[in-house]
């Protein structure tokens, strides 16, 4: 195999450079030829063998499977998060989306709760203590009775699933003017409460889940731009689910109940 | 026997052997799990799964990662779905049904009693992953919905979309940190593992460098699991990940641990070719598809027309026209070969004709476009992001890419590998697939293994433990372990050569896709077996890694994980080459029946090869454990 089979753009990338969480960062600006069916990423990865063969350091960026699932990549390209196009995690955006003659700015996934570790690298760990608090069923291994026993309807099911599909890049605390963890936060709680399985835990969850999002992230302020950076395309209705499944939660005797 | 290869098979009737041997195994009373420590390398579904339910019983669990979540594992890209024999839709499913279609499908080169266990467990994952909110399909009674998937003849395959990786590692994920949260597992990100250290033949801990601040050091425990995936980036280009690696396993080897059948690969024959020369990974399009697309190739060699200018006529149905019972439904290592002929022959299609066309044409005149786009739309949408062609408009190209490998380290019935308390699970070890893997049943074997499998037999090893602490990690064995990985990274730093690691990747990965790919022969296999050790005394001298050891340096990530898909390489074509068959992934040129299907020897190769390391610049020493079949009859595949 030899050549490529799309069309030659010359494009200018103006990337952030910074070489660790206290380092000052800068911009570097680099040309760059591409093919238009590269990926994104394939384009980054060309620029780091140019960088390497000349000597400089190559661009820390975050990507592991490449087909927009498991939520490793995310940029913000021209000031987006995951970039243009809608419903593409950065690993599937592909350079057809540019022109000739594009300047490309790449920065990090910018958020208080997002250190920068270097270059285009952000740490997202707050998204796991997040889970931690109370992202789960309580089901030891082993405990489980016969799948078929509990019926659950499709519909509940399904939307379970519309909140289950986030892959926790964090793009929607990224696009949020106020870094805010609403959008993620909801989608788990959506799944899991929504679920007859969740019901358990469903208040105690909500509450441990939302008050730790608040330690990490900014408040919402209804902007939407979550949503609409989101590569899962994960719906705002779930932070109204979440945020009435939060005020339930405060008002509930839980004492009776068993959820304290 | 082999004593370094005893699989400990327990005695009896093989649907009882499981069952016995948890009453006979040793256990560890509750209140002394706590005085065991043990190590899980990898946070996929077996790693996370065998973490989450070691912790739930009570052992001091360290979980490592090398990704920044334990929840990025590539377990998360499996579409499919998950076979168990619940036998839910009616249709004869049973455990032995499973157990059956796997060793067959796994062209009868997998350990019977280790299968027939799989089987077993597979109906307990589906309730541990329903009871944890895995949203599986359901039809509109709120049950539990299946379907069929290549090799069966049975619908047993459970699916949540076509994310069900996804969905069964959230799940795991979730379990995991409920035990983090618990204080059972101490989770260690960013923690890549560059040593398995061993003192006196045992296990007992291993070396990580943090990613973060390029801090090396060790950590001790009782047992060590490894549950660190498979090697399908060897090739440089597969459907993994970018990160997918062999290190863990192969240090693991280095130290000891046999490495079995490193030459069972399998090429997926659904995926979408390379677009150039810089392509980094290449994406499966799911097997599904092959229900409704035809797949054909130009009569004629080097046609340059599109799709729609060539005229029936001039179209060749190739599956259709030599399997006509099976048609474009062949299993995976069919397909993928036909389609290697056929391009090699000059009638591969697209710009750098490296395809072949699967075309939902007639499937849309017959059902309908709102049809096919409800069964494929999310598929055709992604080909479409990839590729910016329509395939309701024209057909889709695809090829065959390497997906999942077989081989792995060699363990015995219990799961441990042939060094005392050291253990692989998942893809990493080799046990359950035999020569080839069935759909969906990665999935189940991840799960199997760490959720209801290594909990169990890893008490057995740890009860005659019970008193003794753990190697200190200020032992020599690990200061000698720490220095050795901080030696190796300064030199990758100071060789200061010309080249980047990912060119020296793409080189390997050529050399092992031309010579240990989807045909194999004696030729190639001796010219791989000269070219790998070649480029890898270059690589060694020529690379290239800036920057430093002491912060986020991906490059050197890369070199040492490259450094090991050398070796393994090499022993890949050692194994292929003296594999004198063909079976299931691995196809020889030279042993194929008149049809030209592949031909297997049991008289001499129903054995597993289990390689043993001996040192740089040493030839390993091949073992071989001989598998007998009691409870399935030894046949030759047909699906003409």
């Known amino acids: 195999m030899s050549g490529t089979t799309g069309e030659i753009i010359n494009v200018t990338i103006k990337v952030w450079r910074q070489d660790g969480p206290n380092s000052e960062g800068r911009f570097e600006t680099h040309p760059q030829a591409i093919t238009t069916d590269a990926s994104f990423l394939e384009m980054l990865d060309l620029l780091n063998e140019h960088l390497n063969d000349q000597g400089h350091e190559p661009i820390a960026f975050e990507s592991d499977c490449r087909e927009g699932i498991c939520g490793t990549c995310g940029v913000m390209i021209n000031g987006r998060a995951h970039g243009p196009q809608k419903a593409t995690a950065t690993c599937q955006l592909h350079m057809r989306e540019f022109a000739d003659g594009d300047e490309i700015v790449i920065e990090p996934f910018r958020a208080a709760g997002f250190p920068i570790i270097r270059d285009l690298a952000v740490d997202r760990s707050p998204l796991d203590r997040i889970i931690e608090s109370g992202g789960y069923i309580t089901v030891n291994t082993g405990a489980a009775s016969d799948a078929n026993l509990t019926p659950v309807p499709k519909e509940a099911s399904d939307q379970a699933f519309d909140a289950a599909a986030c892959i926790g890049c964090g793009a929607c605390i990224a696009a949020c003017p106020n870094s805010a963890g609403q959008l993620f936060t909801s989608a788990k709680i959506g799944h899991l409460n929504l679920l007859p399985q969740g019901q358990a835990e469903r208040w105690k969850r909500t509450e441990s889940m939302v008050e730790t999002m608040e330690e990490f992230f900014g408040s919402c302020t209804n902007h939407g731009e979550c949503s609409e950076a989101c590569p899962k395309e994960i719906s705002l209705d779930f932070i109204a689910f979440m945020n009435r499944d939060y005020l339930k939660a405060k008002v509930k005797n839980r004492a009776l109940t068993g959820q304290k | ?640």
């Open chain 2, 1 to 640: 026997m082999n004593p370094l290869i005893n699989a400990k098979i327990p005695a009896g009737d093989i649907a009882e052997k499981w069952e016995n041997h948890k009453f006979s195994m040793n256990l560890v009373n509750p209140s002394n799990k706590r005085k065991f420590e043990i190590i899980v390398v990898g946070t996929g579904l077996a790693g996370a799964s065998a973490a989450a339910t070691l912790g739930e019983l009570g052992y001091r669990v360290k979980a490592f990662t090398f990704h920044d979540s334990p929840r990025r594992a590539h377990s998360i890209a499996a579409q499919g779905g998950i076979n168990a024999a619940k036998n839910y839709t009616n249709d004869g499913d049973s455990v032995h049904r499973l157990f059956y279609d796997t060793v067959k499908g796994g062209d009868y080169r997998s350990r019977e009693a280790n299968v027939h266990r799989l089987a077993e467990v597979s109906v307990n994952i589906i309730d541990q992953a329903t009871a944890q909110g895995v949203p599986f399909a359901r039809d509109y009674g709120g049950l539990l919905d299946n379907r069929s998937f290549g090799g069966a003849q049975v619908s047993r395959t459970f699916y949540a979309r076509g994310q069900t990786g996804q969905q069964l590692l959230i799940g795991a994920y979730s379990a995991l940190m409920r035990q983090v949260a618990a204080g059972t597992v101490e989770l260690h990100s960013r923690a890549e593992l560059l040593d398995v250290v061993t003192k006196d033949g045992q296990a007992c801990g291993i070396v990580t460098r943090d990613l973060v601040s390029g801090e090396v050091t060790p950590h001790s425990a009782h047992a060590v699991v490894l549950a660190t995936g498979g090697y399908g980036n060897v090739y440089f280009l597969s459907t993994n990940a970018m990160m997918c690696n062999v290190t863990a396993a192969w240090r693991a080897h280095r130290k000891g641990a046999l490495f079995a059948n490193p030459c069972y690969t399998q090429i997926h024959p659904t995926c979408i070719p390379a677009s150039d020369d810089f392509q980094s990974k290449l994406t499966l399009m799911s097997e599904s598809l092959r229900n409704d697309g035809r797949i054909w190739v130009p009569n004629g060699k080097a046609d340059s027309r599109s799709a729609a200018d060539i005229p029936e006529t001039e179209r060749d149905y190739y599956l259709e026209r030599k399997y006509p019972a099976f048609g474009n439904l062949v299993p995976r290592d069919v397909a993928s070969r036909n389609a290697k002929t056929v391009v090699d022959e000059g009638h591969g299609v697209g710009p750098l004709a490296n395809g072949v066309y699967l075309d939902f044409s007639a499937a849309i005149a017959r059902d309908g476009l709102d049809a096919i786009s409800e069964k494929y739309g999310n598929l055709f949408d992604m080909y479409q992001r990839i590729t910016g062609e329509n395939p309701y408009q024209t057909p889709m190209r695809i090829y065959p890419a390497t997906h999942y490998t077989m081989g792995g380290l060699w363990v015995d019935y219990n799961l441990m590998t042939n060094v005392e308390g050291l253990y692989a699970i998942g893809e990493a070890n080799f046990s359950d697939h035999g020569a080839n893997r069935l759909g969906a049943s990665a999935l189940m074997q991840g799960l199997a293994d760490g959720y209801f499998v290594l909990p169990y037999t890893i008490g057995d090893g740890l009860a005659g433990q019970l008193g003794n602490d753990p190697v200190p990690t200020s032992d020599p064995v690990f200061t000698q372990a720490v220095a050795g990985i901080n030696d190796t990274n300064r030199r990758w730093l100071a060789t200061n050569g010309t080249k980047s690691v990912d060119h020296y990747h793409r080189e390997l990965g050529r050399i092992v896709w031309d010579n240990i790919g989807m045909a194999r022969n004696k030729a190639g296999l001796q010219q791989a077996v000269t070219d790998i050790p070649a480029l890898k005394e270059e690589y060694h001298k020529n690379v290239r890694v800036l920057g430093s050891a002491d912060t986020l340096n991906q490059s050197l990530e890369k070199a040492g994980r490259v450094a090991d898909f050398f070796e393994l390489a090499e022993l890949m074509a050692r194994d292929a080459l003296q594999r004198e068959e063909s079976c299931g992934g691995h196809f020889r040129d030279e042993y194929q029946t008149a049809e030209g299907e592949a031909q297997r020897d049991d008289e001499n190769f129903a054995h597993v090869a289990a390689w043993e390391w001996n040192g740089e610049g040493t030839d390993p020493t091949r073992h071989q454990e001989e598998l007998t079949f009691d409870n399935v009859a030894l046949s030759q595949r047909s699906y003409k």
